[in-house]
């Protein structure tokens, strides 16, 4: 999937893990709730081709946005669940170096 995290003022790229150390984990999570809010604004922004174009370019204009937005919106949960996952298993003190 193409990644766009680092183009933005204080963003990160999501292609691999941030070090350890500073907090980039928790870093990490920020910005995957960022990028799947940018996401769903994208999407949600369709119904405004529906004001200038005609309907079948329309519905066309709104399902793409859609099908090219939610697999991204599912990626950034998912990634973003693992690293919760993660912080929760150090918050109580139990190690591991995999990613469930």
Known sequence: MPEAGAWFAGGVSKRHLPADGAGGLERFVVE??????????AAASGP??????????????????????????????????????VLARR?????GSSIP
Request: aromatic content about 10%; some cysteine.
């Open 32 to 41: 995957t709730r960022r990028a799947e809010l940018g996401h769903w604004l």
């Open 91 to 95: 918050s109580r003190g139990t190690t």
């Open 48 to 85: 405004l081709f529906v004001l200038w174009n005609p309907p079948g370019a329309a519905v066309a204009l709104v399902t793409y946005g859609l099908v090219a937005n939610l697999p991204c919106v599912a990626i950034q949960r998912y990634n973003r669940l693992r690293a919760e996952r």
